[in-house]
């Protein structure tokens, strides 16, 4: 059973930095594994954001950037918005099976 | 626009089966996978498996009891889940996400149906 880990719950001030990581229990993470990232508020479906280790879509903002970083999928927000305060899940492709993280709780104060 | 519109809300009982609808618009259907993503109260993202549109072969993730069936009806650009022999553990909203033609990505999400399990 693969298993995609995420931190819990980050702390972040308005206009700081902040990186979330992914990792798999199964070995270093790689472009070969397309690392998505999700941005999901209360009440509304996930949005992705980062896909392939670091494409944006069109609504993603600038600030948002995504990278492989020691082995890991990191997702970095750079200048965070009180509007960034979400729940950030990766998502990861394994030969024919996307398997998601458990998710970041990304609190903007 | 591109868009995945899911059928509304269901409430049933233990025992009973539910039928979820995914209706994609603004693309052509066939040309792109679909995925099902379930997500339990206050729970994360389970990817649940996808299903060729193309062919109509459904793909499962390991652990998905045959309870849950996907389906097709490309005529109406349609997508459907089926779960059988409902559970409370089976209430949870349930997405139907496209997956992008370089399959790296899923990049257009339904709304999202919510699915409740209650006597």
């Known amino acids: 059973q693969t298993v995609v880990t995420q931190e819990p719950s980050l702390t972040v001030s308005p206009g700081g930095t902040v990186t979330l990581t992914c990792a798999s229990i199964t070995g270093a993470v790689t472009s070969g594994n397309y690392p998505n990232w999700f941005q999901q508020k209360p009440g509304q479906a996930p949005r992705a954001v980062i896909y392939n280790t670091s494409n944006k879509n069109s609504w993603t903002p600038a600030r948002f950037s995504g990278s492989l970083l020691g082995g890991k999928a990191a997702l970095t927000l750079s200048g965070v918005q009180p509007e960034d305060e979400a729940e950030y899940y990766c998502l990861l492709y394994f030969g024919g099976v996307w398997v998601f993280g458990g998710g970041t709780k990304l609190t903007v104060l | 626009q591109v868009q995945l519109v899911q059928s509304g809300s269901e409430l049933k009982k233990p025992g009973a089966s539910v039928k979820v609808s995914c209706k994609a618009s603004g693309y052509t259907f066939i040309t792109y996978a679909l995925n099902w993503v379930r997500q339990a109260p206050g729970q994360g993202l389970e990817w649940m498996g996808w299903i060729d549109t193309n062919t109509g072969t459904p793909t499962y993730a390991q652990g998905l009891t045959g309870r849950f069936v996907f389906s097709l009806d490309t005529s109406v650009s349609t997508a459907y889940l089926q779960i059988n022999s409902l559970k409370p553990e089976d209430s949870a909203v349930y997405y139907c996400?496209?997956?992008?033609?370089?399959?790296?990505?899923?990049?257009?999400w339904g709304k999202g149906t919510t699915v409740t399990v209650s006597s």
């Open positions: 996400a496209r997956e992008s033609v370089s399959r790296t990505s899923m990049d257009v």
